[in-house]
């Protein structure tokens, strides 16, 4: 009914045009009303036109030859957005001046929610397989900028709310071993030291420096009905280690804003922050030399996750450096069953039963708490990886992502060896080298070749014990952040590949 | 609260049609029931063959299929018996399900333990030796591996931990699992119970019995879904067998389906109902043609995300709420069927009439035969706001949008294409201040709100929240959208001290439950039914009252104080009846002659009387007619007054003034003639006194006129909103004439235009004792046609006009049509 009514009326309109109004002078009168001509745009985009002449070469004979009067009107997507005015014929131009600003059409494609699933992939691609691009931009961000210095004896207080995800817990003490191997003097809180009983949130001023782990739960988890203010992170230093397209991410957003320094785990997160202009740097984990909770787990805890498992599994740990074949487990993967990684495992079930496997699939995508709703502690989990061959690593949804926690504190730093779908670019480890990185199709022959050929297991050997190596020796925490927070700190990248 | 304990297994009576024994002795049993499983018995039996590093003891017990799964099982067990340390093909004499078949396996199985395979899953090599170990390595007295689903469906399941907490919500163990031997004698085998929960109610009884399972966490197994089978017939009856496990197992709490945002999109799966309510909700939105987008300011271009959501103006879609509302409105409405929550379906505001059309098309799939939908909306856009009354609305424009607006013809036509448009479907026309707080509707079981504006909100809230049972949903589709709308609903909540947690279903629409247990503020609760202080007509009908009563007092009176008043009469002295119809101001639309000096004149069905008495002022020698009694009220053949009578009591009841409550109970107790005396004989007669009126009074039916006048013809005939009650339009019309001498008038809702052909449309429904005895609405030309062969030459046909009844406010449209010999 509509495009009928149109078609009809632009109908009406050409042949009003041949005799009445000129088409010229809907135009002039059109354009000049919707504020659509752009002069300088216009002679960058037509260099031969003088100057001057801008407008009146459009006027006269520019919009006829399709030219686009500004950059906010798109004849392309003009058409397409309205294929009423497509079917009619009609010179877009000409329609919108007429009808279709009446009708309130739009001139252009409208801009994306910022942080929606639309907005963050055709950005965070470009820094996902560019290293380099998304370092520059965190450093042209970074400079001239005021940046928290933490000079060595400094006090710092790391806060992971406790509520969070048991992952993220572990990232927060690792994150706090880091500061104190970084020569900090460096303790870790959660919110409850900061909702204070009176119902307001403690002053920020009478605490050390801050830093906020996990800032997507820290500001939105409610602890006896009470929430973290976002004004808190006013002046702290946010940890996000939270993937930007996730609902959590988004929300989580406020505290973002206030805070005086946020460092990020994912490159390319790191550098789509920097581009938005948050005090965005990236920051890679490390190995933290005796880090307690990473250490060897000689026996298994009795949870209602490993009632099947043999108790000769559970009580004894293979050395870290003995071969893999002493391994009892093949495959481990522990994670969230999102749909996708549904629709990997029931695809490669078949090929993967022929290998004793140990598969922690948790139900929904809420935090796995310790002590309260975890299906394995930190202890169980690191256990089973270091009683394993291979940790798999399945992306949740169909974005790029670097795993950290999976790939490098679960896998390499227990010399696992990492077989992985392709991962998001990071400048630590690579691939081939540090872990194996397959396409999903092929993932089931990997496994079946490294498990199953003696190539294949020196390879998995040489993988693991390189990756294990390169950890330990070029990737220490402790050097990754005295870098970050020193006076001279420039490019954090740089002084880890080194 | 006595538990009963569901019956125990007994033994099915069987032959052993085959058995192969060797010397080896076997570490596990794999029982594999099957009943007419045939196509599925080679794979099935090829994957326990390929079984690694165990010895089996393979059980194949045929349910007495009558296909050939049990020649086939032979054959296959026959030829690959060298696999097996023991195997044995056993046949039950009668059918006796797949729990029989597991018991009879079990009892003659010798191992310790035995894997329950049924015959459309397939195992992987591994999953014997693993779940053996598995169930060594813990002291559950079942595990249980993650399963590989295949089938209809993909993805895994079985994957999470035992807990007995989880199994108390539900089942998520199959009866793919090994089970010690020794604890199922110890529990004296499968529970009986109706298929497909059997395995329910065994790891129910196990874990009653303080044993427990074990996941194991590796992928062993390959599970079939195909839903068309035993689960998707189980539907009808899975309340009344929850309620059995609830009674057998206190500690299970299976009555409640959480009512979830974010259930998942049904499957596609053979014999599914979800897959129509699926493929309606596509169509509605119509994500399948992709139609442009019109809500001004915004490209025309569909987009999906936006259809999704419903942030678009579909230019053809029936609905612009989106596909996550309908979603969530499916579910909701599911979930009122599901847990029998009374009442009926109401949506206000409408628009094309989307969601209502999928209500009424889940009550179709759900075969709900007695619910109905109430389809609210003025049909004309909304209203301009009234800032004066209502502040919230100052500046608001949703009136200035005729896309907005669509017909009460437009909607019908919508039901009509989707085949959904019949009694179950209720339409309730008029602007919301007019039409909802008289509205004689509910209880209601889901109220949805789609108003836009703050007014047509708290309207809706105020006069359907207290008609919503406990246990039922209230849903607002704008709160995120329009201020207004929020403030309104943010307002009632706190005005009715609603606490109940709001959900939000996407960026504007919310819903929240009112709680299953009814507060014990009753008090407020009868105050929340009586309408709002807007409803003019109500509080015009409490000004009369008064003003009657206390007239009444002041000149002796004592009027019977149930007495029914239907008009609105002038009686002088400044007594004014309090009626619910007021022709008082619209008399001249009736176009009476100024003078009636020397004629005569008939009012058939005078009710209180206000044509009689105003006939007779204007100089006529009147004769009122009116039913001998309630029971020659008309009624449709084969049925009897009962129904009607019934809809009378509660319409008295309805449009009193007094609490509710009581004036009910006092109609309801009334005998059929204290009740006529009430409705019909006792107003009229009380203002024929005070008029000291001389009309003549006959009592007959429309169909007797001829016979109880003899002889007698009247200058005009009057006949107001009768032939409308009339089962026989044509000879109560034959009636009139023949004792019409020159002008009959006929005051009704007559519609139709003078294109129309002559119709006489049916409106009386399906239903048995289904209204209040409306059974045909003429048009114009049926009249003309059908008074001109009655000996009519004039016509004159008046504008169609409207009144308002009280208390409801409905408007009522009133043509009249003279006709002269």
């Known amino acids: 009914m509509n495009i009928l009514r149109q078609l009809s009326r632009a109908r009406d309109l050409m042949s009003r045009l041949a005799g009445g109004d000129h088409p010229d002078r809907l135009i002039q009168k059109g354009i000049l009303a919707a504020n659509l001509f752009d002069h300088d745009w216009y002679v960058a985009q037509h260099p031969d036109v ?28 003009y058409l397409a957005a309205n294929p009423d005015v497509a079917a009619a014929g009609v010179d ?39 290293t380099d691009a998304a370092q520059k931009t965190i450093d042209d961000n970074r400079r001239g900028r005021p940046w928290p210095r933490l000079a060595p004896g400094s006090a710092v207080a790391v806060f992971i709310h406790s509520g969070s995800n048991i992952f993220m817990r572990e990232i927060a003490e690792l994150f706090t071993a880091g500061l104190v191997a970084a020569g900090m003097d460096a303790h870790l809180g959660d919110e409850r030291a900061v909702l204070l009983d009176d119902g307001a949130a403690a002053p920020a001023v009478t605490l050390s420096v801050r830093v906020i782990v996990a800032p997507h739960e ?13 004004e808190w992170a006013k002046d702290a230093i946010l940890l996000n280690v939270e993937q930007l397209h996730t609902d959590w991410f988004r929300h989580g957003l406020e505290p973002l804003r206030r805070a005086a320094a946020v460092l990020d785990i994912n490159l390319a997160s790191a550098a789509l922050l920097a581009s938005c202009g948050f005090p965005a740097d990236y920051l890679p984990l490390g190995h933290v030399a005796g880090f307690p909770r990473f250490g060897p787990q000689p026996t298994l805890p009795d949870v209602p996750a490993l009632e099947t498992l043999e108790r000769a599994i559970k009580v004894a740990c293979p050395a870290a450096d003995t071969p893999l074949s002493e391994r009892p487990i093949d495959i481990f993967f522990i994670g969230y069953l999102s749909p996708r990684r549904a629709g990997i495992f029931e ?54 992502f670097f795993e950290w926690h999976r790939i490098v504190l679960q896998g390499i730093w227990q010399r696992t060896l990492v077989i992985s779908e392709p991962l998001a670019m990071q400048t630590s480890f690579s691939a081939g080298e540090h872990f194996l990185e397959v396409p999903i199709e092929e993932i089931a022959d990997v496994i079946d070749w490294v498990l199953g050929t003696s190539a294949g297991r020196s390879t998995a050997e040489r993988v693991r014990t390189s990756a294990y190596n390169r950890l330990t020796q070029h990737v220490q925490f402790g050097e990754i952040l005295r870098s970050v927070f020193s006076a001279d700190s420039t490019c954090i990248a740089e002084q880890t590949t080194r | ?7 125990p297994a007994e033994a099915t009576p069987y032959e052993i049609v085959f058995r192969h024994e060797t010397e080896r002795l076997p570490e596990a049993t794999v029982i594999v029931p099957v009943w007419n499983g045939e196509r599925f018995l080679r794979e099935c039996c090829e994957s326990i063959r390929q079984q690694r590093s165990v010895e089996i003891e393979l059980v194949i017990v045929d349910d007495n299929s009558d296909d050939g799964s049990c020649a086939l099982a032979c054959k296959l067990v026959s030829h690959w018996r060298d696999r097996f340390a023991r195997a044995l093909v056993i046949r039950h004499a009668v059918r006796a399900g797949p729990a029989a078949g597991r018991d009879t396996g079990m009892r003659l199985a010798t191992t310790q333990a035995a894997l329950m395979l049924d015959v459309d899953n397939v195992i992987y090599p591994q999953c014997v030796r693993r779940c053996l170990d598995a169930l060594d390595a813990s002291s559950a007295a079942f595990v249980y591996p993650t399963l590989r689903l295949m089938g209809t469906k993909g993805g895994l399941q079985g994957y999470q931990q035992f807990d007995r907490q989880r199994l108390a919500r539900g089942n998520y163990i199959d009866a793919l699992a090994m089970v010690r031997r020794s604890a199922w ?16 109610a065994f790891w129910l009884t196990l874990t009653e019995r303080g044993y427990k399972g074990a996941q194991i966490p590796e992928i062993l197994a390959a599970y079939r879904v195909h839903e068309a089978g035993r689960t998707a017939l189980l539907k009808p009856i899975v309340d009344m067998l929850n309620e059995r496990l609830e009674q057998a197992f206190p500690w299970v709490r299976l009555g409640r389906v959480q009512p979830g945002g974010n259930a998942p999109v049904p499957r596609p799966t053979a014999g599914n109902p979800d897959l129509f309510i699926d493929l309606m909700i596509r169509i509605l939105t119509n994500t399948i043609y992709e139609d442009p987008n019109m809500l001004p300011g915004a490209p025309a271009a569909f987009v999906s995300s936006q259809r999704a959501d419903g942030r678009d103006w579909p230019s053809l879609a029936h609905t612009m709420v989106g596909e996550a509302r309908l979603r969530n409105l499916a579910r909701l409405v599911d979930l009122t069927l599901l847990e029998k929550i009374p009442g009926d379906f109401i949506e206000t505001g409408v628009w094309r009439g989307g969601c209502c059309i999928l209500m009424r098309a889940i009550l179709a799939v759900r075969c709900e035969r007695q619910r109905r939908v109430f389809v609210a909306d003025s049909f004309e856009g909304l209203p301009p706001p009234k800032p004066h009354r209502y502040p919230q609305d100052a500046g608001d424009q949703h009136h200035e949008y005729p896309q907005l607006a669509v017909s009460l013809g437009d909607v019908k036509a919508n039901f009509a294409r989707y085949g959904l448009l019949d009694e179950q479907v209720v339409f309730v026309k008029g602007f919301f201040d007019q039409t909802l707080p008289g509205l004689n509707a509910g209880p209601f079981a889901l109220v949805r709100i789609d108003g836009d504006m703050y007014e047509s909100t708290i309207v809706a809230l105020q006069a359907l929240y207290p008609k919503l049972s406990p246990g039922g949903f209230v849903i607002i589709d704008d ?18 001290d609603i606490s109940e947690p709001m959900e939000q279903i996407d960026w504007t629409g919310v819903w929240w439950r009112k709680p299953a247990t009814p507060r014990d503020d009753v008090g407020a609760e009868k105050k929340a039914l009586t ?22 007092a002041e000149l002796g009176l004592a009027p019977n104080p149930l007495a029914f008043w239907y008009h609105t009469v002038d009686l002088g002295d400044g007594l004014v009846t309090p009626g619910s119809f007021d022709y008082r101001a619209s008399i001249d639309q009736f176009g009476f002659p100024a003078s009636l000096s020397g004629a005569t004149a008939l009012d058939v069905g005078s009710a209180t009387g206000f044509f009689a008495f105003e006939l007779e002022r204007r100089g006529a020698a009147v004769v009122s007619v009116e039913l001998p009694a309630l029971s020659r009220w008309d009624h449709f053949p084969g049925e009897t007054t009962t129904g009607i009578i019934g809809k009378l009591r509660e319409r008295l009841a309805f449009h009193s003034l007094r609490p509710q409550g009581e004036i009910a109970e006092l109609f309801r107790s009334m005998a059929d003639d204290e009740l006529y005396d009430v409705l019909l004989n006792g107003p009229f007669q009380f203002c024929r006194d005070r008029l000291r009126s001389k009309v003549e009074r006959v009592y007959c039916t429309i169909y007797e006129l001829e016979a109880a006048l003899p002889n007698r013809r009247f200058d005009l005939v009057m006949l107001g909103d009768i032939l409308v009650h009339s089962v026989d339009p044509l000879r109560a019309l034959g009636q009139a004439a023949a004792v019409c001498a020159n002008e009959l008038v006929i005051a009704d809702d007559i519609q139709g235009d003078d294109n129309e052909p002559a119709a006489l449309r049916y409106v009386g429904g399906s239903r048995a004792e289904s209204d209040i005895a409306e059974w045909w609405r003429p048009n114009v030309n049926w009249y003309r046609q059908v008074l001109a062969r009655l000996g009519f030459r004039e016509f004159e046909i008046g504008h169609s006009f409207e009144t308002t009844v009280r208390p409801g406010g409905e408007k009522l449209h009133k043509r009249v049509i003279h006709a002269k010999r």
């Open chain 2, 479 to 496: 709160f995120g959208a329009v201020e207004g709308c929020r403030l309104a609903v943010e307002d009632f909540r706190k005005a009715h």
């Open chain 1, 92 to 130: 877009p131009l000409l329609h919108y001046v007429t009808f279709g600003r009446r009708e309130g059409r739009a001139t252009r494609e409208p801009e994306p929610e910022p942080f929606s699933a639309a907005w963050l992939r055709p950005r965070l691609a470009l820094f996902q397989i560019d």
């Open chain 2, 185 to 200: 004698a110890d529990v004296g085998g499968f529970p009986h119970l109706a298929e497909g929960l059997e395995d329910y």
């Open chain 1, 50 to 77: 003088p100057p001057g002449e801008a407008l009146k070469h459009f006027l006269r004979t520019g919009w006829k030859q399709g030219h686009a009067p500004g950059p906010d009107f798109d004849a392309v997507y």
């Open chain 2, 531 to 552: 309408p709002t202080a807007g409803a003019d007509a109500r509080r015009q009908l409490q000004a009369l009252s008064e003003a009657f009563d206390s007239r009444c």
């Open chain 2, 1 to 7: 609260m006595n538990t009963v304990a569901l019956p």
């Open chain 1, 218 to 230: 820290f500001f939105r988890i409610a602890t006896n009905g009470r929430v973290v203010p976002a």
């Open chain 1, 347 to 400: 695809r490669m079930a078949q090929r993967l039963s022929r290998w004793r496997c140990q598969f922690v699939l948790t139900d929904a995508d809420h935090p796995q708490v310790s002590g309260r709703n975890a299906v394995l502690e930190s202890e169980a989990t690191i256990g089973l990886a270091q009683r394993s061959k291979i940790i798999l690593n399945f992306h949740q949804t169909e974005d790029l």
